[in-house]
């Protein structure tokens, strides 16, 4: 039996781990990876950044046949296990190898910016898909890094990252998020505006819940990334 240890999680790659995955599919996750090692600190969003970027379908009578494909087999693993004190991307990778030991059909999934893989978790996971395991993860992350971390299916025509999975901070669950409105965008700086004000009067616990529903709210709007700076610089 081999054994693994990295960042306080167990790596069974034995027989005894693939009792954890049940069902007929199983899907491979290898993850765009850097010098650090697959899927750490990966700081480019699939499609392009910026401008560039293309846009996703907005209706989910258009999405492709890769991203359809993707969002099946990630419904059809089944897996269970129990992580302490782990990091977020290691919980990832470890998804990632057991999946891709059996089968060659990969799902790619990539960071974007920001997102928080170093940070530790403790999260047991009853049998369920790897749909709903994914979700637990980031919902058990958002808490630890006081940010709103999602995933979306990348359904992308024509390009390279067709049917990727991205992880995001923007709490996301399978599709994009329409672009914020200006009243969103109004809205959410009325109330980063007010959270910036009880900072000042030196009442940070007051302050975090008015980022929180910032960032929970209007994800998407310019005050929900200053939000999250803020956040940050505030700590648990």
């Known amino acids: 039996m081999h054994h693994r240890s ?3 999680v167990m790596y069974r790659r034995s027989a005894v781990w693939r009792l954890f995955l049940v069902g007929l599919g199983i899907v491979a996750f290898p993850i765009v990876g850097t010098s650090f090692g697959p899927g750490e600190a990966v700081a480019q969003t699939p499609g392009g950044t910026g ?5 996703a379908p907005s209706s989910p009578a258009q999405e492709t046949p890769a991203a359809a ?18 990091r977020l991307g290691d919980i990832l990778k470890e998804f ?11 799902v790619l999934w990539t960071y974007a910016p920001g997102f928080p893989a170093q940070v530790r978790i403790q999260v047991d996971l009853a049998e369920q898909s790897l749909l709903q395991a994914l979700d ?5 992350g958002s808490k630890a890094s006081q940010q709103n971390l999602g995933y979306v299916v990348l359904s992308l025509p024509d ?8 992880l995001t901070t923007q709490g996301e669950r399978g599709k994009e998020l329409p672009p914020a409105t200006a009243e ?8 980063l505006a007010m959270a910036q004000k009880l900072l000042a009067e030196n009442k940070p616990a007051a302050a975090k819940i008015y980022l929180e529903v910032v960032i929970k709210k209007y994800p998407t709007t310019a005050a929900a990334r200053q939000a999250r700076l803020l956040l940050e610089k505030l700590g648990p």
């Open 6 to 8: 990295a960042q306080g």
């Open 184 to 191: 969103e965008e109004q809205q959410a700086q009325e109330r």
């Open 96 to 106: 990632a190898q057991l999946a891709e030991e059996q089968t060659g059909e990969p």
């Open 136 to 140: 637990q993860v980031l919902t058990a």
């Open 69 to 86: 494909s993707t969002r099946l087999r990630l419904a059809r693993v089944k897996i269970r296990g129990s992580f302490q004190d782990a």
């Open 51 to 55: 401008e560039n970027r293309p846009a």
């Open 159 to 166: 390009h390279k990252h067709d049917g990727w999975v991205r």
